[in-house]
């Protein structure tokens, strides 16, 4: 691939992007991959490509909730396994949590790929290939889940959501962590807590704010999450993206 200069002013999103176009060409990631990754961009670009103070908040109660569950499972799909392969893996080590492939544009190759990617950074017994099961009344090839993982646990961990998959197992009486730079999407608005960042920031977070607060006391993460409200944590996202593109476009009364 050609040379990216490092004093390019996008540099680090033409980075991230190549990492995403290699996972492509590895067979990692779906085509629809690709441009699911750009309506992220857009996003991001509109919240300053940054982690936000309520995303901070959401992250914070996201990893206390992952250290509060009996039987926590990170759920992969080919974007995240291509962009963030290390941090998955070190949080799932860290919290500790299963990980499964679970996708959307199903192949048995490419789960198998992914699978093995994982397991070459670390991932021990990476689940989504054996001992499937149908999440109930959900159509597409996301139903098919492992046994002793998504089907078990109690709380799941989604980045880039599809959709309706996070409705049916908060039905099935799970708890969802969602990562997804869209904060008006089904996934945000039905996800238990919504981290409204680029899953190559949010995951890294994760894994610093779980490592921080590992050592409290299980009241301490309750407190945590208690105080946490997903659906005001949406709204100050969306009033700040309206505040920034009021100061972006000069509307004072919006500043
Ligand atoms: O690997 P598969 O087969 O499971 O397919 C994965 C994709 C992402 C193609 C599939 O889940 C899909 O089609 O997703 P959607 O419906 O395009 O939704 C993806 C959501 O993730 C959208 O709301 C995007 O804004 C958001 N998103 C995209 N890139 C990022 C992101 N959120 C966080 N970080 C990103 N880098």
Known sequence: MEEIPRDHPRYHSLMVR?????????????????????RGEA???ILGEETTP??????????????????????VN????????????????????????????????RVAKIKAFLS????VGVLGDTELVEIPGL????????????????????PLEDGDRAEKLVAMGKK???????PLSRTARAATITIVDNVVRAVSNLCLAVTELKSKDQGHLRSILEEFDNQEN???LVELILRRLGRLSGLDELR
């Open 234 to 236: 949406l709204r100050r």
């Open 139 to 158: 159509g597409s090839s996301r139903r098919l889940v492992s046994r002793e993982g998504i089907f078990a646990a109690d709380t799941v961990l989604v």
């Open 120 to 123: 070459a950074k670390g991932a």
């Open 176 to 182: 969802i962590i969602a990562i997804d730079l869209n």
């Open 43 to 45: 996003l991001d670009y």
């Open 54 to 75: 309520p995303a901070e908040e959401a992250t914070r109660a996201a990893a206390a909730l992952l250290l509060l569950s009996k039987s926590p499972v990170i759920s």
């Open 78 to 109: 080919g974007n995240t396994a291509a962009l963030v392969p290390d941090d998955i893996v070190r949080l799932g080590g860290l919290v500790p949590a299963k990980i499964e492939v679970n996708l959307f544009h199903r192949t048995s190759e």
């Open 18 to 38: 190549r990492r995403l176009v290699e996972g492509f060409r590895a067979g990692l990631v779906a085509p629809e991959g690709l441009l699911a990754h750009g």
